[in-house]
């Protein structure tokens, strides 16, 4: 039987099989022997139904057409992918005090994934007049590019719902990104027309949000496609991400092209045409900066991952001379 990994919770998965039912699974040994293989939100599986027996196995993972994937937050060297096979990022980012710089590492993280990108800014009633909130529409539209749609919304505004529920088409997949308490949770149970996520308290104090649930669920939206909302989700610490990044950034990126060196690193050589760029006021310092911080991440999370792969296959030939001269 095959079926969609439809919630992730604390308990087994859930997936919706092709006819429509739902079965909890638990991952077939044989799948998670070894290596930390485990299905993901959007994942689809093979799954089979041994007699007797309470739950499904997941015997396969089928290859991912998309993945979302973050540096494990727990360790500095390896992968975690958060969703799988879905057809666009949603980035949710609020209108009023709207951080460029994690919206900058939202877009990589959301470009790297191959997958559509739009960014929805949220609370657009907390905006002090409306030519404040058309003012961030603005700036967050132009540090995203022209293929990225910005949907201004409001939980109260059902015509701003409508255009969210637009960027998510019957048949498709969305994944919902964006800090603790943003609005995701509001905004996914606007869409299905139901409380299918618990809103969360906001601290007046530090303006955190308080999730009662780490849950990953796959809703559906009536008349429209599916969205996984991605509660809980803290650190966004960048895995390979250089075409991520050369999306997200095809400002610098078509700048960098015209640079004396193609190695150039755009920090102090000549006939760097990214730094006159900067000279000239065409591109903003603070631009430069964050692409560089953002290349100089991933250039550190690569050196480590081969630091450590080369200390693992050291160990494993430190063992095997070990064995043979104790023979
Ligand atoms: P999440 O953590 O991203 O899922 O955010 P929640 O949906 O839990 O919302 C966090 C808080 O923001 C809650 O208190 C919501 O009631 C509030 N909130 C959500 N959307 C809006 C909005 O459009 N306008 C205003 N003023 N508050 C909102
Ligand atoms: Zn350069």
């Given at each position: 039987m095959?079926?969609?990994?439809i919630?992730?919770?604390?308990?087994?998965?859930?997936?919706?099989l092709?006819?429509?039912?739902?079965?909890?699974?638990?991952?077939?040994t044989?799948?998670?022997?070894?290596?930390?293989?485990?299905a993901?939100?959007?994942?689809?599986?093979?799954?089979?139904?041994p007699?007797?027996?309470?739950?499904?196995i997941i015997?396969a993972?089928?290859?991912?057409?998309?993945?979302?994937v973050?540096?494990d937050?727990?360790?500095?060297t390896t992968?975690q992918?958060?969703a799988a096979n879905?057809?666009?990022?949603i980035?949710?980012?609020?209108?009023v005090?709207?951080?460029?710089?994690?919206?900058?590492?939202?877009l990589?993280?959301?470009?790297?994934?191959?997958?559509?990108?739009a960014?929805?800014?949220?609370?657009?009633?907390?905006?002090?007049s409306?030519?404040?909130?058309?003012a961030?529409r603005?700036?967050?539209?132009?540090?995203?590019?022209?293929d990225v749609?910005?949907?201004?919304?409001?939980?109260?505004?059902e015509?701003?719902?409508?255009?969210v529920r637009?960027?998510v088409p019957?048949?498709e997949?969305?994944v919902?990104i964006?800090k603790?308490?943003?609005g995701?949770s509001?905004?996914?149970n606007?869409?299905?027309?139901?409380?299918?996520?618990?809103?969360?308290?906001v601290?007046?104090s530090d303006?955190?949000?308080?999730?009662?649930?780490?849950?990953r669920?796959?809703?559906?939206?009536?008349?429209a496609?599916?969205?996984v909302?991605?509660?809980?989700?803290?650190?966004?610490g960048l895995?390979?991400s250089?075409?991520?990044?050369d999306?997200a950034f095809?400002d610098?990126?078509?700048l960098?092209?015209q640079?004396?060196?193609?190695?150039?690193k755009h920090?102090d050589?000549p006939?760097?045409a990214?730094?006159?760029?900067?000279?000239?006021?065409?591109?903003?310092?603070a631009?430069?900066?964050?692409?560089?911080?953002?290349?100089?991440?991933?250039?550190?999370?690569r050196?480590?991952?081969?630091?450590?792969r080369?200390m693992r296959?050291e160990k494993?030939s430190d063992?095997k001379?070990q064995k043979r001269?104790?023979r």
């Amino acid at each position: 039987m095959r079926g969609t990994v439809i919630k992730l919770d604390r308990g087994f998965p859930l997936v919706q099989l092709e006819d429509g039912s739902e079965l909890r699974c638990e991952h077939a040994t044989a799948l998670v022997k070894g290596e930390k293989v485990r299905a993901v939100i959007g994942d689809v599986v093979d799954v089979s139904l041994p007699e007797e027996h309470d739950k499904g196995i997941i015997e396969a993972i089928e290859p991912r057409t998309t993945a979302f994937v973050r540096k494990d937050p727990a360790e500095r060297t390896t992968a975690q992918v958060l969703a799988a096979n879905f057809d666009s990022v949603i980035i949710a980012e609020p209108i009023v005090n709207l951080n460029i710089k994690r919206l900058e590492r939202e877009l990589v993280l959301a470009h790297e994934t191959g997958a559509r990108v739009a960014i929805v800014l949220t609370k657009a009633d907390l905006a002090s007049s409306p030519d404040e909130a058309e003012a961030v529409r603005k700036s967050a539209a132009d540090l995203a590019g022209r293929d990225v749609p910005v949907v201004v919304m409001s939980v109260g505004d059902e015509e701003s719902i409508a255009c969210v529920r637009a960027l998510v088409p019957k048949g498709e997949v969305a994944v919902l990104i964006g800090k603790s308490g943003v609005g995701k949770s509001s905004l996914v149970n606007l869409l299905a027309g139901a409380d299918v996520q618990s809103i969360g308290d906001v601290r007046a104090s530090d303006g955190k949000g308080r999730h009662t649930t780490v849950d990953r669920v796959m809703v559906e939206i009536p008349d429209a496609g599916r969205v996984v909302d991605m509660p809980g989700i803290r650190g966004l610490g960048l895995w390979d991400s250089d075409t991520g990044i050369d999306v997200a950034f095809t400002d610098v990126a078509e700048l960098a092209e015209q640079c004396r060196f193609r190695d150039c690193k755009h920090t102090d050589e000549p006939g760097c045409a990214v730094l006159a760029a900067v000279e000239s006021g065409e591109l903003a310092q603070a631009r430069l900066d964050s692409y560089r911080s953002l290349v100089a991440e991933v250039e550190t999370t690569r050196k480590r991952r081969d630091e450590a792969r080369h200390m693992r296959g050291e160990k494993a030939s430190d063992r095997k001379r070990q064995k043979r001269k104790g023979r």
